[in-house]
């Protein structure tokens, strides 16, 4: 789960990459995160711990723009609406 780095220094392919990683996680705990027996605070820990590092991991390194950021931030409000 490495960050792919090539000459243009293009990020975008490797965000949509990590968020389609991040959909199929978030589909996959779903039966977790529907469960009404859980707390907020604990879906929130799942998505915190699974999700959001499966998206991010070695994001240090990537230079984005305004929309790249915006992207990420689009699928964490997503993800968030659906805990």
């Given at each position: 789960m490495g960050s792919q780095i090539?000459?243009?220094?293009?990020?975008k392919e490797e965000i949509g990459l990590r968020i389609?990683?991040?959909?199929?996680s978030l589909f996959t705990?779903?039966?977790l995160l529907k469960n009404i027996d859980l707390n907020a605070?604990?879906?929130l820990q799942i998505y915190k711990a699974i999700i959001r590092l499966?998206?991010?991991c070695g994001?240090?390194?990537?230079?984005m723009t305004v929309t790249e950021q915006n992207c990420l931030l689009m699928f964490?409000?997503?993800?968030?609406r659906k805990i």
């Open positions: 090539n000459s243009k220094n293009l990020i389609q990683a991040g959909n199929i705990k779903k039966k605070a604990s879906k499966i998206v991010t994001c240090e390194t990537w230079a964490e409000r997503r993800v968030l």
